[in-house]
């Protein structure tokens, strides 16, 4: 947006010591700091944080806001009454957290009821989105997508080399699955030798990750390099044979087509926004989702059928190449501030 001329304010809702994106903000692009910077968010501060929202709007006067996930971020631009908001899902935000209780279904309803557009990355957050009160005709569906320069394949084949590497990027939350992955890797790897497990990441399961992998033995061929930055993913993705996501909530993984886009078959849980992108057989495999003893059978069919990998990987990198080219997709944002500008349009 700062590269065709638009001028862009950003602002957090968390304020993370360690901040999970490392790259800085783009040319043009300016951080406005505000009362989240020294206050946590809750419930229970509305009232200030709406206050100072206000303020900052006032001072601010933005012609559209872009906002998610829906029942923070949304939700206060929402309550403030601004008009002219964007609503972004950013999947589990409806995928899971609406239905945690009434409350979160209610300001669910609440924020997308004063949503002037919707943006979404995939069929079922569309539906999902109509459901809880969001006017179809005003949402953009389109998934996100990488850059394919960035995320690309480089010479090494999959299921070549003399050790078969298994590749998660999630975070080790409960709602991400990596403990699935983990059982799964231990049920193969007596069986399969030369198998080994990347990691990347941190979370509250750690613990109960290495107590996995120590309880089974398998702890040594287990690799956990924590935290990687954007610059260098891709060569994790390339190192890999197969990428892993055992999450039991996703729209459009934007990390599952980083791995396509390098060129990798992957092996995902059998979810709506998933089945959108995988063919079983074609660019990976699918398995019932939390089922980790699936999972494992289909980690050891991967290893089995090896010399499919670079044919399934090739048919990822062309499926993302056609339908999650970043700079091809991102104009589909300007419709969604358009409705929002123009409600007549």
């Not at 229970?44 to 709406?50: D, T, V």
């Not at 999450?247 to 849980?269: F, Q, Y």
Request: glycine share 8%; charged share 20%.
């Amino acid at each position: 947006m700062a590269e065709n001329g638009d001028t862009v304010w950003v602002i957090h809702l968390e304020n993370r010591s360690q901040p999970l994106e490392d790259r800085p903000l783009p040319a043009g692009v300016e951080r406005l700091h505000w009362l989240a910077d020294k206050v946590n968010f809750g419930y229970g501060r509305l009232p200030l944080f709406l206050a100072a929202l206000r303020s900052l709007l006032e001072r601010v006067k933005p012609e559209v806001v872009l906002a998610g996930p829906i029942q923070s971020c949304a939700f206060l631009v929402a309550a403030s009454g601004f008009p002219r908001l964007v609503s972004m899902s950013w999947g589990y935000d409806l995928l899971v957290d609406a239905r945690r209780n009434r409350w979160m279904a209610a300001i669910t309803r609440f924020t997308l009821r004063r949503s002037a557009a919707f943006v979404g990355d995939c069929e079922t957050i569309r539906r999902l989105a109509i459901e809880y009160g969001m006017n179809s005709e005003r949402i953009v569906t389109f998934p996100w997508g990488v850059d394919l320069h960035h995320f690309s394949p480089d010479q090494r084949k999959a299921g070549q080399g003399e050790e078969f590497v298994f590749l998660s990027t999630r975070s080790w939350e409960p709602i991400y699955g990596v403990d699935g992955i983990a059982r799964a890797f231990s049920e193969i790897a007596p069986h399969y030798p030369h198998a080994h497990l990347i990691l990347l990441g941190n979370g509250s399961q750690a613990g109960t990750l290495r107590k996995i992998f120590s309880k089974t033995g398998v702890l040594e061929r287990v690799s956990m390099p924590g935290q990687i930055g954007f610059q260098a993913l891709p060569r994790y993705y390339r190192l890999a044979d197969v990428y892993v996501s055992a999450s039991h909530s996703d729209g459009t993984s934007i990390s599952m087509l980083e791995a396509m886009a390098c060129g990798r078959a992957v092996i995902v849980s059998d979810l709506p926004g998933n089945r959108e992108w995988i063919t079983p057989g074609q660019q990976g495999w699918l398995f019932p989702d939390g089922d980790w003893q699936a999972l494992a059978d289909i980690m050891g069919q991967a290893i089995q059928k090896r010399d499919l990998l670079e044919k399934m990987g090739q048919a990822a990198r062309r499926l993302v190449e056609e339908r999650a080219d970043w700079p091809r997709n991102f104009p589909k944002l300007y419709q969604a501030m358009a409705w929002a500008i123009n409600p007549a349009r």
